[in-house]
């Protein structure tokens, strides 16, 4: 498998345009995760999905941001207007819940979004 | 709510000694799960190893372990005869029913 894809990996955009970034989970896995890393605020979890369905999106800092997962293997996060302060790397993580908890995450290596 | 607390911003250890990485946690759930992630400078996310809450084993990932102290509720990652490839920023999260609480991780630098 080759793992968890974002695109794109490095995003530049103006203020006050939409952003939208990409994420292909493993296949078979069924929850897909949204975080936002920063330094000053660590990793922050925006939502999650269970079977492509938004399950908590309590972690969405405005109404700016959305997120969707329209089928099992694909997800998008739009921003929209993108801020300043919005910049901070993306990660897309996805796991396959079993009767235990042996699954960890595996992530995507990211998408770095500048909004200057 | 889970909280997982790192108290070491940054942790220095020479080559090939072991070192310790602390991590506590606060939940109220019975079940759940532990799990040590390493980011290198490159930025990705990498899985080291998982503790359930009902093992009663320390899960060890070859030179990784955890050192797993359900009443103190700690999970400690210990990492043995340290290697250059292991400076990277490690995080402790807590899971359960799907969803993962981070720390704020620790930043291991190994001296050669």
């Known amino acids: 498998d080759a793992g968890v894809i974002q695109s794109p990996r490095h995003e530049v955009t103006e203020m006050g345009q939409e952003v939208t970034l990409r994420c292909k989970p493993i296949s078979g896995h069924d929850y897909l995760f949204w975080y936002r890393q920063t330094m000053m605020r660590g990793l922050e979890l925006l939502i999650y999905?269970?079977?492509?369905?938004?399950?908590?999106d309590s972690g969405m800092p405005e109404d700016r941001f959305s997120a969707k997962m329209p089928n099992a293997s694909f997800s998008t996060l739009k921003i929209q207007p993108s801020e300043p302060r919005d910049s901070a790397v993306y990660f897309c993580?996805?796991?396959?819940?079993?009767?235990?908890?042996?699954?960890?995450?595996?992530f995507g290596s990211g998408t770095r979004l500048t909004v200057v | 709510a889970q909280k997982i607390t790192q108290t070491q911003p940054g942790m220095f250890v020479q080559e090939k000694e072991a070192v310790t990485l602390d991590c506590t946690y606060d939940t109220s759930d019975q079940s759940y799960g532990l799990f040590w992630y390493k980011q290198p400078s490159s930025g990705e996310m990498i899985f080291l190893i998982y503790q359930g809450s009902y093992d009663e084993q320390n899960a060890t990932e070859g030179r990784y372990s955890l050192n797993f102290q359900k009443a103190r509720k700690s999970a400690n990652l210990v990492i043995s005869a340290s290697q250059l490839g292991d400076s990277a920023m490690y995080f402790c999260?807590?899971?359960?029913?799907?969803?993962?609480?981070f720390g704020d991780g620790t930043t291991l630098t190994v001296k050669p």
């Open positions: 999905f269970n079977n492509n369905v938004p399950i908590d």
């Open positions: 993580a996805s796991s396959l819940a079993g009767t235990g908890f042996d699954y960890g995450y595996t």
């Open positions: 999260a807590i899971t359960n029913a799907g969803k993962s609480t």
